[in-house]
């Protein structure tokens, strides 16, 4: 049974910087050696997440690169762009606005503080469950 986990941000260092908690799910992704999939919003978020993961922390290294070439299926960590057709993955973490609906193991949501981006994660929330998604909820 797949699994959507929504990561909801509350504490403040990821109210500051969001992505930090995105880069904390792909190491952890890394490490488990789980190949994952980080749907962004757009190119500028995917480009802002490839800039964090290479200097959110000096002892972890992700090896990652945004989908859209040769090396795609070698590299651990995919960001995607919108328009960008990655396949799928076992892992995915999403940043959008619409469910990663996929051949995906497990989903991770990462919803932000604001009150905009909590009510769409309610529908995201309905979409998984009626797809027979097992849910959880984490706060951040």
């Known amino acids: ?5 929504f990561y909801l941000i509350d504490k403040p260092r990821f109210r500051e910087d969001p992505l930090l908690l995105v880069c904390e799910l792909a190491r952890r992704a890394c490490a488990s050696e789980q190949p994952t999939l980080i749907f ?5 978020q995917a480009e802002a997440i ?5 200097e959110f922390d000096e002892d972890a290294f992700v090896p990652h690169q945004i989908a859209g070439d040769d090396d795609d299926a ?6 995607v762009p919108p328009g960008v057709d990655a396949g799928d993955r076992p892992l995915a973490i999403n ?7 996929g051949l995906h193991e497990r989903v991770l949501e990462v919803v ?5 981006e909590r009510s769409g994660s309610r ?9 027979g998604y097992a849910l959880t909820k984490h706060d951040m």
């Not at 490839?50 to 290479?54: G, I, P, S, V």
């Not at 940043?95 to 609906?101: M, S, T, Y």
């Not at 529908?123 to 797809?131: G, I, L």
């Open 50 to 54: 490839d800039a964090k993961l290479w």
């Open 40 to 44: 962004a919003r757009s190119q500028d």
């Open 112 to 116: 932000a503080a604001d009150p905009g």
């Open 74 to 79: 070698l590299t651990p960590v995919l960001i």
């Open 123 to 131: 529908e995201r929330w309905r979409a998984y469950q009626q797809r």
């Open 95 to 101: 940043l959008r606005d619409v469910p990663a609906l």
């Open 1 to 5: 049974m797949p699994r959507a986990d």
